[in-house]
T-cell receptor, first 111, second 113 residues
Framework: LAKTTQPISMDSYEGQEVNITCSHN???????ITWYQQFPSQGPRFIIQGYKTKVTNEVASLFIPADRKSSTLSLPRVSLSDTAVYYC????????????FGTGTRLQVFP | EPEVTQTPSHQVTQMGQEVILRCVPISNHLYFYWYRQILGQKVEFLVSFYNNEISEKSEIFDDQFSVERPDGSNFTLKIRSTKLEDSAMYFC???????????FGPGTRLLVL
């Protein structure tokens, strides 16, 4: 399973765009990149998943460059309720079922 | 929107007692999981379950742990003889197909005294 590296913490203000970058230098050909969000004392919540280029949904965008060695989660116009821990995970769904969570990025949004 | 549910939300037990944590996965999902998160630490994989059998388990999932899908809707985690270090949040997750996303429940906070 590819190891991921992401910043331990980030601060932002309401209304700003937040970009969290994750490094996964050893990503394998069949690996997908998935981001989860976790609020205190709650289960991880799926945000977005992608394989290459750009994926967008109603919550976020995920940018993946051609070499796929990194990815960037973009949260447009964050609010206080976006304060949470964000996890980047890389896994190949046909080889393993388990998700390996790192320490994530703790995003703090200020008013 | 369908969601994974877990009961109880909190459980306090004495060391050495058996506990059963319950989960109702999303209807029509086929793959089921348990994870745990000790306070202040990472979310850790425990076990995955598909087609009525364990498909993968971690080193944490020793003989004290077992899982069961007793009927068409419930998925349970049993800890036979709890230890202090079993105190954690336990999350159930499910997904519909092999390549699909895992959806997590709200968790059960287990405290072993």
């Amino acid at each position: 399973l590819a190891k991921t590296t992401q910043p331990i913490s980030m601060d932002s203000y309401e209304g700003q765009e937040v970009n969290i970058t994750c490094s996964h230098n050893n990503i394998a050909t069949n690996d997908y990149i998935t981001w989860y969000q976790q609020f205190p004392s709650q289960g991880p919540r799926f945000i977005i998943q992608g394989y290459k280029t750009k994926v967008t949904n109603e919550v976020a965008s995920l940018f993946i460059p051609a070499d796929r060695k990194s990815s960037t989660l973009s949260l447009p116009r964050v609010s206080l309720s976006d304060t949470a821990v964000y996890y980047c995970l890389v896994a190949e769904p046909y080889n393993t079922d388990k998700l390996i969570f790192g320490t994530g990025t703790r995003l703090q949004v200020f008013p | 929107e369908p969601e994974v549910t877990q009961t109880p939300s909190h459980q306090v037990t004495q060391m050495g007692q058996e506990v059963i944590l319950r989960c109702v996965p999303i209807s029509n999902h086929l793959y089921f999981y348990w994870y745990r998160q000790i306070l202040g630490q990472k979310v850790e994989f425990l076990v995955s379950f598909y087609n009525n059998e364990i498909s993968e388990k971690s080193e944490i999932f020793d003989d004290q742990f077992s899982v069961e899908r007793p009927d068409g809707s419930n998925f349970t985690l049993k800890i036979r003889s709890t230890k202090l270090e079993d105190s954690a949040m336990y999350f159930c997750a499910s997904k519909g197909g092999r390549q699909e996303t895992q959806y997590f429940g709200p968790g059960t906070r287990l405290l072993v005294l």
